[in-house]
């Protein structure tokens, strides 16, 4: 199973990013989906995630209320729509996919890890 994601850049603080992840190699409909992050000089942290049928989503306080996280099944993709940029979430971005019957916020359930991709809010 392979994750790529995409869609990081350099934002101005308040700006948008739509990040994606796009699975193949593996049934993604079977996949609870993580997005997690790590910033400079920081621990990975989870930031968001939904269940395998988009029903259940997670989000950290940190970014509650600013990003979305959605998936398409037909096309083994997962997205987070991030708003209002704060130069606090720069980091990289990873997507990482489960195969526990629930979805997770532990870093250490994930199954599946895609390359990050960097997000860097200015300020």
């Known amino acids: 199973v392979q994750l790529q994601a995409s869609g990081g850049g350099l934002v101005q603080t308040g700006g948008s990013l739509r990040l994606s992840c796009e699975t193949s190699?593996?049934?993604?409909?079977?996949?609870?989906m993580d997005w997690f992050r790590q910033g400079p000089g920081k621990e990975r942290e989870f930031v968001s995630a939904?269940?395998?049928?988009?029903?259940?989503?997670y989000y950290a306080d940190s970014v509650k209320g600013r990003f979305t996280i959605s998936r398409d099944n037909a096309k083994n993709t997962m997205y987070l729509q991030m708003n209002n940029l704060k130069p606090e979430d720069t980091a990289v971005y990873y997507c990482?996919?489960?195969?526990?019957?629930?979805?997770?916020?532990?870093?250490?359930?994930?199954?599946?890890w895609g390359k990050g991709t960097q997000v860097t809010v200015s300020s």
């Open positions: 990482a996919a489960s195969t526990l019957p629930t979805p997770s916020r532990n870093d250490f359930d994930m199954t599946y």
């Open positions: 190699g593996g049934t993604f409909h079977h996949f609870h």
């Open positions: 939904v269940s395998w049928g988009g029903a259940v989503t």
